[in-house]
Structure formats: C-alpha cells, structure tokens
Nanobody
Framework: QVQLVESGGGLVQGGGSLRLTCAASGRTFGNDAMGWFRQAPGKEREFAAAINWSGTRTYYADSVKGRFTISRDNAKNTVSLQMNSLKPEDTAVYYC????????????????????WGQGTQVTVSS
C-alpha cells in the first residue's frame, strides 16, 4: 500500500522556521516528481514547491521563493521542505504529493498531475 506521511508541522511565531518531512512507503519513489501543496481555510489547494526525480530541478511558488527550500533523499524515500522567515499567510495544511506522470515543467504546479497524496500536516504562523 502506497503511503505518504507528512511530519514537522506546528505552531511558530512569524519570522520563525519549520522543516516538514514526507516519508514515502509502499514502493520506491526515486522515479517520482514530488511536490508540496498547501490549503488554507476557505481557500483552494495551492502549489508551494516541487522537485524532479533526481533533485536537479526545483520549482517554487512566487509567494515562497527565497524562503522555502525543497530537497529529497531517494535513499531514504523522503522529501523535505525547509521553511524560513515564515509569515502568518503561510498558515495552512501542507500536503506532500508524488507523481510519475510529470514530464513538463508546467505540470509540477498542478495538483491534478499528482497521483498520491499524504494526509497533511498543519502549519500555523502567529503574528
């Protein structure tokens, strides 16, 4: 059974940092594109960051560029999101996602291109 499990969320003051980790199980994810999406209350799920299978290409939403860093460890089947300089508007449930169908750069940004999703981890940033 394929599973993605996120961890590392919590409550942090504005300007602080958190590191989210997604652990994949059920099969090897070394050939998958991996992404982080987030959903705030009353809003649609939005793209935050993504990384290609080898870790050589990364993609970021403009709202997080320069503050968030995505990375992966294929040997451990994990992907991480280092979040610095957090703002109250970063408050959301953060979801990890995986896909083997992504071939074009534009596809990394689209939730519909991902096949597997985690349950999410809450990130709350206080002002």
């Amino acid at each position: 059974q394929v599973q993605l499990v996120e961890s590392g969320g919590g409550l942090v003051q504005g300007g602080g940092s958190l590191r989210l980790t997604c652990a994949a199980s059920g099969r090897t994810f070394g050939n998958d594109a991996m992404g982080w999406f987030r959903q705030a209350p009353g809003k649609e799920r939005e793209f935050a960051a993504a990384i290609n299978w080898s870790g050589t290409r990364t993609y970021y939403a403009d709202s997080v560029k320069g503050r968030f860093t995505i990375s992966r460890d294929n040997a451990k089947n994990t992907v991480s999101l280092q979040m610095n300089s957090l703002k109250p508007e970063d408050t959301a449930v953060y979801y990890c996602a995986a896909s083997r169908r992504i071939f074009y750069s534009s596809s990394y940004y689209l939730p519909v291109e991902y096949d597997y999703w985690g349950q999410g981890t809450q990130v709350t940033v206080s002002s």
